[in-house]
Protein backbone atom coordinates (compact mmCIF):
# COMPACT_ATOMS: atom_id res chain seq x y z
CA UNK A 1 0.00 0.00 0.00
CA UNK A 2 1.50 3.28 -0.88
CA UNK A 3 -0.55 5.74 1.63
CA UNK A 4 -0.52 8.70 -0.72
CA UNK A 5 -1.10 11.69 1.36
CA UNK A 6 -4.16 13.45 0.48
CA UNK A 7 -4.44 16.13 2.93
CA UNK A 8 -2.58 18.36 5.58
CA UNK A 9 -4.39 20.40 8.38
CA UNK A 10 -2.77 22.39 10.93
CA UNK A 11 -4.58 24.08 13.80
CA UNK A 12 -3.96 26.55 16.54
CA UNK A 13 -4.26 24.60 20.06
CA UNK A 14 -3.78 26.50 23.28
CA UNK A 15 -3.76 25.86 27.14
CA UNK A 16 -3.71 28.82 29.44
CA UNK A 17 -1.18 27.65 31.85
CA UNK A 18 0.08 31.03 32.64
CA UNK A 19 -3.03 31.59 34.79
CA UNK A 20 -1.62 29.24 37.54
CA UNK A 21 2.30 30.43 36.66
CA UNK A 22 2.98 26.35 34.99
CA UNK A 23 6.24 27.05 32.88
CA UNK A 24 6.79 30.37 34.64
CA UNK A 25 11.26 31.54 34.41
CA UNK A 26 13.03 34.24 34.44
CA UNK A 27 12.32 35.15 30.43
CA UNK A 28 8.93 33.43 29.94
CA UNK A 29 6.72 34.91 32.76
CA UNK A 30 3.30 33.45 31.64
CA UNK A 31 3.14 31.09 28.99
CA UNK A 32 0.44 30.00 27.90
CA UNK A 33 1.33 26.14 26.85
CA UNK A 34 0.74 26.20 22.70
CA UNK A 35 1.12 23.78 19.47
CA UNK A 36 0.62 24.12 16.21
CA UNK A 37 -0.82 20.59 15.58
CA UNK A 38 -0.51 18.63 12.40
CA UNK A 39 -2.76 15.95 11.13
CA UNK A 40 -1.92 13.93 7.46
CA UNK A 41 -3.97 12.24 6.05
CA UNK A 42 -3.91 9.10 3.43
CA UNK A 43 -5.87 7.56 1.04
CA UNK A 44 -6.10 4.59 2.84
CA UNK A 45 -7.20 5.92 6.14
CA UNK A 46 -4.03 5.91 8.43
CA UNK A 47 -3.33 9.22 9.57
CA UNK A 48 0.64 10.72 10.97
CA UNK A 49 0.03 13.56 13.98
CA UNK A 50 2.91 15.64 14.71
CA UNK A 51 3.17 19.71 16.40
CA UNK A 52 5.71 21.79 17.04
CA UNK A 53 5.42 23.76 20.82
CA UNK A 54 5.03 27.15 21.02
CA UNK A 55 3.71 29.46 24.24
CA UNK A 56 0.65 31.23 23.14
CA UNK A 57 1.34 34.25 21.15
CA UNK A 58 3.08 33.79 17.41
CA UNK A 59 1.73 29.95 17.27
CA UNK A 60 -0.63 31.47 14.24
CA UNK A 61 2.64 32.59 12.58
CA UNK A 62 3.73 29.11 12.66
CA UNK A 63 0.25 27.47 11.61
CA UNK A 64 1.39 30.10 8.40
CA UNK A 65 4.10 28.12 8.02
CA UNK A 66 3.07 24.86 8.19
CA UNK A 67 0.01 26.17 5.67
CA UNK A 68 3.12 27.13 3.09
CA UNK A 69 4.83 23.44 3.21
CA UNK A 70 1.80 21.88 3.03
CA UNK A 71 1.52 21.65 -0.85
CA UNK A 72 5.62 20.26 -0.74
CA UNK A 73 3.50 17.17 1.18
CA UNK A 74 0.64 16.62 -0.12
CA UNK A 75 0.09 14.45 -3.10
CA UNK A 76 3.34 12.07 -2.04
CA UNK A 77 3.18 8.28 -0.97
CA UNK A 78 4.91 7.24 2.09
CA UNK A 79 6.80 5.14 0.20
CA UNK A 80 8.15 7.98 -2.00
CA UNK A 81 9.04 9.89 0.98
CA UNK A 82 10.88 7.41 2.93
CA UNK A 83 12.51 5.82 0.05
CA UNK A 84 14.85 9.44 0.48
CA UNK A 85 13.40 10.93 3.30
CA UNK A 86 16.79 12.85 3.13
CA UNK A 87 15.83 14.35 -0.07
CA UNK A 88 12.20 15.23 1.55
CA UNK A 89 14.17 16.88 4.65
CA UNK A 90 16.03 19.05 2.28
CA UNK A 91 12.93 20.11 -0.25
CA UNK A 92 11.28 21.08 2.94
CA UNK A 93 14.42 22.85 4.59
CA UNK A 94 15.66 24.35 1.13
CA UNK A 95 12.99 25.47 -1.42
CA UNK A 96 14.62 28.09 -2.64
CA UNK A 97 12.30 31.33 -1.56
CA UNK A 98 10.72 29.77 1.92
CA UNK A 99 14.53 29.13 2.80
CA UNK A 100 14.62 32.59 3.18
CA UNK A 101 13.00 32.93 5.77
CA UNK A 102 15.57 30.55 7.70
CA UNK A 103 17.13 29.15 6.71
CA UNK A 104 16.87 26.11 9.39
CA UNK A 105 16.25 28.07 11.99
CA UNK A 106 13.18 30.25 13.34
CA UNK A 107 9.19 30.02 12.40
CA UNK A 108 10.22 27.74 9.18
CA UNK A 109 11.84 25.34 11.47
CA UNK A 110 9.42 25.02 13.44
CA UNK A 111 6.92 24.12 11.16
CA UNK A 112 9.24 22.17 9.45
CA UNK A 113 9.92 19.76 12.73
CA UNK A 114 6.04 19.96 13.31
CA UNK A 115 5.22 18.54 9.74
CA UNK A 116 8.12 16.00 9.75
CA UNK A 117 7.27 15.05 13.28
CA UNK A 118 3.75 13.92 11.75
CA UNK A 119 5.73 12.00 9.00
CA UNK A 120 7.48 10.13 11.49
CA UNK A 121 4.46 9.28 12.86
CA UNK A 122 2.85 8.33 9.76
CA UNK A 123 5.94 6.25 8.80
CA UNK A 124 6.12 4.31 12.88
CA UNK A 125 1.94 3.35 12.31
CA UNK A 126 2.44 1.88 8.83
CA UNK A 127 6.13 -0.54 9.39
CA UNK A 128 8.95 -1.02 11.36
CA UNK A 129 12.02 0.03 11.00
CA UNK A 130 15.98 -0.99 10.54
CA UNK A 131 18.39 1.31 12.67
CA UNK A 132 20.89 1.30 9.62
CA UNK A 133 17.43 2.31 7.69
CA UNK A 134 16.99 5.63 9.68
CA UNK A 135 20.90 6.83 9.58
CA UNK A 136 20.05 7.44 5.66
CA UNK A 137 17.15 9.99 6.41
CA UNK A 138 19.79 12.31 8.13
CA UNK A 139 21.08 15.01 6.29
CA UNK A 140 24.87 15.45 7.00
CA UNK A 141 25.40 18.64 4.89
CA UNK A 142 27.52 21.11 6.65
CA UNK A 143 28.28 18.50 9.56
CA UNK A 144 30.44 15.87 7.35
CA UNK A 145 33.60 17.77 9.16
CA UNK A 146 32.51 16.08 12.14
CA UNK A 147 30.25 13.17 11.34
CA UNK A 148 30.21 11.42 8.23
CA UNK A 149 27.24 8.92 7.04
CA UNK A 150 30.36 5.55 7.13
CA UNK A 151 31.12 6.81 10.74
CA UNK A 152 27.51 7.14 11.94
CA UNK A 153 26.49 3.69 10.31
CA UNK A 154 29.64 2.62 12.43
CA UNK A 155 28.40 3.57 15.38
CA UNK A 156 25.44 1.94 15.55
CA UNK A 157 27.12 -1.16 13.92
CA UNK A 158 29.68 -1.31 16.54
CA UNK A 159 26.41 -1.21 19.39
CA UNK A 160 24.79 -3.73 18.04
CA UNK A 161 27.32 -5.75 17.05
CA UNK A 162 29.55 -5.43 20.74
CA UNK A 163 27.12 -4.18 23.09
CA UNK A 164 23.89 -4.68 22.75
CA UNK A 165 22.27 -2.69 25.31
CA UNK A 166 19.43 -5.04 27.59
CA UNK A 167 16.64 -4.07 25.64
CA UNK A 168 14.12 -5.24 28.73
CA UNK A 169 16.01 -3.56 31.43
CA UNK A 170 13.94 -0.18 30.06
CA UNK A 171 10.90 -2.42 29.47
CA UNK A 172 11.68 -3.16 33.36
CA UNK A 173 12.77 0.09 34.80
CA UNK A 174 12.74 2.84 31.87
CA UNK A 175 14.76 5.65 31.52
CA UNK A 176 16.04 8.05 34.21
CA UNK A 177 14.37 11.07 34.30
CA UNK A 178 14.13 14.40 36.05
CA UNK A 179 11.61 17.05 37.33
CA UNK A 180 10.65 20.42 36.54
CA UNK A 181 7.42 20.90 37.68
CA UNK A 182 8.50 21.58 41.28
CA UNK A 183 10.02 24.69 41.01
CA UNK A 184 8.71 26.82 38.20
CA UNK A 185 9.62 30.96 39.00
CA UNK A 186 6.26 32.02 39.84
CA UNK A 187 5.56 29.22 42.40
CA UNK A 188 5.53 30.28 46.40
CA UNK A 189 7.71 28.66 48.65
CA UNK A 190 4.32 26.94 49.95
CA UNK A 191 3.33 25.39 46.86
CA UNK A 192 7.46 24.54 46.31
CA UNK A 193 7.57 23.15 49.33
CA UNK A 194 4.17 20.74 48.51
CA UNK A 195 5.38 19.94 45.50
CA UNK A 196 9.01 18.79 46.66
CA UNK A 197 7.57 16.54 49.30
CA UNK A 198 5.01 14.75 47.37
CA UNK A 199 7.58 14.14 44.55
CA UNK A 200 10.18 13.08 47.24
CA UNK A 201 7.21 10.30 47.80
CA UNK A 202 7.14 9.23 44.80
CA UNK A 203 10.69 8.47 44.01
CA UNK A 204 11.89 11.54 42.40
CA UNK A 205 15.69 11.92 42.84
CA UNK A 206 16.80 14.84 40.45
CA UNK A 207 15.38 18.41 40.19
CA UNK A 208 15.31 21.33 38.35
CA UNK A 209 15.37 25.05 39.52
CA UNK A 210 14.31 28.36 37.40
CA UNK A 211 16.62 31.44 38.29
CA UNK A 212 18.36 34.40 36.69
CA UNK A 213 15.31 36.73 37.89
CA UNK A 214 16.46 37.96 41.06
CA UNK A 215 19.87 36.59 42.89
CA UNK A 216 19.02 37.02 46.45
CA UNK A 217 15.84 35.16 45.67
CA UNK A 218 17.33 32.27 44.22
CA UNK A 219 20.09 32.22 46.82
CA UNK A 220 16.79 31.93 49.33
CA UNK A 221 14.33 28.98 46.97
CA UNK A 222 18.14 27.34 46.10
CA UNK A 223 18.76 26.49 50.19
CA UNK A 224 14.90 25.65 50.10
CA UNK A 225 15.03 23.26 47.33
CA UNK A 226 18.31 21.78 48.88
CA UNK A 227 17.31 21.27 52.22
CA UNK A 228 13.85 19.94 50.98
CA UNK A 229 15.56 17.53 48.88
CA UNK A 230 18.91 16.41 51.22
CA UNK A 231 22.22 16.01 50.35
CA UNK A 232 21.85 13.23 48.01
CA UNK A 233 19.75 14.34 45.46
CA UNK A 234 21.10 16.17 42.50
CA UNK A 235 20.07 19.71 42.00
CA UNK A 236 20.34 21.90 38.37
CA UNK A 237 19.53 25.34 37.66
CA UNK A 238 18.27 27.00 34.77
CA UNK A 239 18.71 30.69 33.61
CA UNK A 240 16.48 30.61 30.65
CA UNK A 241 18.95 32.78 28.81
CA UNK A 242 18.53 35.64 31.20
CA UNK A 243 22.66 36.82 31.65
CA UNK A 244 25.47 38.04 29.84
CA UNK A 245 28.44 36.25 30.05
CA UNK A 246 30.07 37.60 33.01
CA UNK A 247 27.09 37.78 34.93
CA UNK A 248 26.47 34.42 34.22
CA UNK A 249 30.04 33.24 35.76
CA UNK A 250 29.21 35.56 38.96
CA UNK A 251 26.02 34.87 39.28
CA UNK A 252 26.47 30.83 39.70
CA UNK A 253 29.68 31.33 41.51
CA UNK A 254 27.37 32.59 44.50
CA UNK A 255 25.16 29.65 44.22
CA UNK A 256 27.81 27.07 44.20
CA UNK A 257 27.31 26.18 47.69
CA UNK A 258 24.03 24.56 46.57
CA UNK A 259 25.90 22.02 44.67
CA UNK A 260 24.19 22.45 40.90
CA UNK A 261 24.64 19.60 38.48
CA UNK A 262 24.86 22.16 35.84
CA UNK A 263 23.71 25.32 34.78
CA UNK A 264 21.00 25.66 31.91
CA UNK A 265 21.03 27.92 29.10
CA UNK A 266 22.97 30.66 31.51
CA UNK A 267 23.04 32.95 28.06
CA UNK A 268 21.84 33.99 24.26
CA UNK A 269 20.72 30.65 22.99
CA UNK A 270 23.21 31.45 19.65
CA UNK A 271 26.51 32.61 22.07
CA UNK A 272 28.48 29.60 21.41
CA UNK A 273 31.73 31.38 22.89
CA UNK A 274 29.84 32.68 25.57
CA UNK A 275 28.89 29.28 26.56
CA UNK A 276 32.43 28.36 26.00
CA UNK A 277 33.86 30.54 28.45
CA UNK A 278 31.21 30.00 30.97
CA UNK A 279 32.16 26.08 30.89
CA UNK A 280 35.98 27.10 31.46
CA UNK A 281 34.91 29.24 34.28
CA UNK A 282 32.92 26.95 35.90
CA UNK A 283 34.27 23.81 35.78
CA UNK A 284 36.55 24.31 39.45
CA UNK A 285 33.25 24.63 41.03
CA UNK A 286 32.11 21.48 39.24
CA UNK A 287 29.30 23.19 37.44
CA UNK A 288 28.40 22.03 33.64
CA UNK A 289 26.93 23.96 30.86
CA UNK A 290 23.79 22.36 29.48
CA UNK A 291 21.37 24.13 26.64
CA UNK A 292 20.29 23.38 23.39
CA UNK A 293 16.30 23.50 23.93
CA UNK A 294 16.60 26.79 21.73
CA UNK A 295 19.26 25.53 19.46
CA UNK A 296 18.73 26.14 15.67
CA UNK A 297 20.10 23.12 13.98
CA UNK A 298 22.60 20.82 14.04
CA UNK A 299 25.09 22.92 12.63
CA UNK A 300 25.19 25.01 15.78
CA UNK A 301 25.31 21.81 17.86
CA UNK A 302 28.37 20.61 15.68
CA UNK A 303 29.82 24.33 17.14
CA UNK A 304 28.92 23.96 20.95
CA UNK A 305 30.25 20.44 20.82
CA UNK A 306 33.50 21.60 18.98
CA UNK A 307 34.30 24.77 21.04
CA UNK A 308 33.50 22.37 24.37
CA UNK A 309 31.05 24.91 25.24
CA UNK A 310 28.80 22.62 26.84
CA UNK A 311 28.62 19.48 29.10
CA UNK A 312 25.41 18.03 28.65
CA UNK A 313 22.99 18.33 25.31
CA UNK A 314 19.82 19.01 25.57
CA UNK A 315 17.87 18.28 22.27
CA UNK A 316 14.46 19.17 21.29
CA UNK A 317 12.50 16.76 19.63
CA UNK A 318 10.30 20.48 18.23
CA UNK A 319 13.03 22.81 17.90
CA UNK A 320 15.28 21.13 15.61
CA UNK A 321 14.10 19.49 12.17
CA UNK A 322 12.21 16.68 14.17
CA UNK A 323 13.63 12.81 14.19
CA UNK A 324 15.73 13.41 11.02
CA UNK A 325 18.06 16.42 12.67
CA UNK A 326 17.96 15.10 16.40
CA UNK A 327 19.30 11.93 15.15
CA UNK A 328 21.82 13.73 13.64
CA UNK A 329 22.97 15.34 16.75
CA UNK A 330 22.66 12.32 18.90
CA UNK A 331 25.30 11.00 16.95
CA UNK A 332 27.57 13.87 16.96
CA UNK A 333 27.28 14.21 20.80
CA UNK A 334 28.41 10.35 21.16
CA UNK A 335 31.44 11.14 18.94
CA UNK A 336 32.46 13.59 21.22
CA UNK A 337 31.36 11.78 24.69
CA UNK A 338 29.08 14.14 26.04
CA UNK A 339 25.72 12.91 27.35
CA UNK A 340 22.23 13.90 25.83
CA UNK A 341 19.69 14.85 28.48
CA UNK A 342 17.01 16.30 26.62
CA UNK A 343 14.28 19.30 27.09
CA UNK A 344 10.97 18.11 27.48
CA UNK A 345 8.08 19.60 28.86
CA UNK A 346 5.62 21.90 27.16
CA UNK A 347 2.63 19.77 25.24
CA UNK A 348 3.85 16.91 24.07
CA UNK A 349 7.45 17.16 24.46
CA UNK A 350 7.73 14.47 27.13
CA UNK A 351 5.80 11.99 24.72
CA UNK A 352 7.67 12.70 21.40
CA UNK A 353 11.55 13.15 23.42
CA UNK A 354 11.27 9.15 24.66
CA UNK A 355 11.53 7.83 21.65
CA UNK A 356 14.64 9.57 21.15
CA UNK A 357 15.94 8.89 24.08
CA UNK A 358 14.96 4.94 23.92
CA UNK A 359 17.05 5.18 20.30
CA UNK A 360 19.96 6.77 21.92
CA UNK A 361 20.47 4.46 24.33
CA UNK A 362 19.65 1.09 22.60
CA UNK A 363 21.41 2.06 19.41
CA UNK A 364 24.03 4.60 20.14
CA UNK A 365 25.61 5.26 23.50
CA UNK A 366 24.43 2.17 25.59
CA UNK A 367 24.87 3.80 28.37
CA UNK A 368 22.41 6.02 31.44
CA UNK A 369 26.06 7.56 32.48
CA UNK A 370 25.35 11.02 33.60
CA UNK A 371 22.39 10.40 31.28
CA UNK A 372 18.65 12.16 32.00
CA UNK A 373 15.39 13.29 30.38
CA UNK A 374 13.34 16.43 31.49
CA UNK A 375 10.00 15.52 32.65
CA UNK A 376 7.24 17.94 33.24
CA UNK A 377 3.71 16.87 35.06
CA UNK A 378 1.53 19.30 32.89
CA UNK A 379 -1.19 18.76 29.78
CA UNK A 380 -0.70 14.91 29.16
CA UNK A 381 -4.43 13.65 29.85
CA UNK A 382 -5.13 15.36 26.29
CA UNK A 383 -3.16 13.19 24.34
CA UNK A 384 -4.41 9.53 23.12
CA UNK A 385 -0.99 7.85 24.41
CA UNK A 386 0.28 10.00 27.30
CA UNK A 387 3.86 9.51 28.63
CA UNK A 388 4.03 6.92 31.46
CA UNK A 389 6.36 7.48 34.12
CA UNK A 390 7.34 5.23 36.87
CA UNK A 391 9.30 5.64 39.95
CA UNK A 392 10.59 9.08 38.36
CA UNK A 393 11.61 6.86 34.66
CA UNK A 394 9.97 6.80 31.27
CA UNK A 395 8.47 3.64 30.51
CA UNK A 396 8.98 2.98 26.96
CA UNK A 397 5.33 3.59 24.70
CA UNK A 398 4.05 0.57 23.97
CA UNK A 399 1.37 2.10 20.93
CA UNK A 400 2.57 2.48 17.45
CA UNK A 401 3.63 6.16 16.27
CA UNK A 402 5.34 9.29 17.72
CA UNK A 403 2.91 8.96 20.68
CA UNK A 404 1.93 12.84 19.66
CA UNK A 405 -1.82 12.12 18.77
CA UNK A 406 -3.75 14.28 20.66
CA UNK A 407 -7.67 13.57 21.86
CA UNK A 408 -9.87 15.64 19.09
CA UNK A 409 -12.20 16.54 22.49
CA UNK A 410 -9.21 18.69 23.80
CA UNK A 411 -8.17 20.00 20.68
CA UNK A 412 -11.68 21.15 19.73
CA UNK A 413 -11.98 23.07 23.44
CA UNK A 414 -8.39 24.50 23.30
CA UNK A 415 -8.44 25.60 19.51
CA UNK A 416 -7.50 29.60 19.63
CA UNK A 417 -9.53 31.21 19.80
CA UNK A 418 -12.49 29.64 18.61
CA UNK A 419 -12.25 26.67 21.32
CA UNK A 420 -14.79 26.90 24.31
CA UNK A 421 -12.12 27.78 27.18
CA UNK A 422 -11.09 30.18 24.95
CA UNK A 423 -14.35 31.86 24.62
CA UNK A 424 -15.20 31.58 28.68
CA UNK A 425 -11.33 32.94 29.10
CA UNK A 426 -11.76 35.74 26.08
CA UNK A 427 -15.48 36.73 27.78
CA UNK A 428 -14.61 37.34 31.24
Not at 262 to 288: F, V
Request: aromatic fraction near 8%.
Amino acid sequence: MLHKITNLTVRDVRFPTSLEQHGSDAMHTDPDYSAAYVVIDTDCGLKGFGLTFTLGKGTEIVVCAVEALAGLVVGKSLQEIVSDFRGFYRLLTSDSQMRWLGPEKGVTHLATAAVLNAVWDLWARAEGKDPKQIVSCIDFRYITDVLTEDEALVFITCVDCFFRPPEDQMLREGYPAYTTSCAWLGYSDQQLKQLCTDALKSGWTKFKVKVGADLEDDIRRCRLIRQMIGANNTLMIDANQRWDVAEAISWVSRLAEFKPLWIEEPTSPDDILGHAAISKALAPLGIGVATGEQCHNRVMFKQFLQASALQFVQIDSCRLGSVNENLAVLLMAHKFQVPVCPHAGGVGLCELVQHLILFDYVCVSGSLSHRMCEYVDHLHEHFTSPVVIHDAHYMPPKDPGYSCEMLESSVQRHQYPEGDVWKLHINK
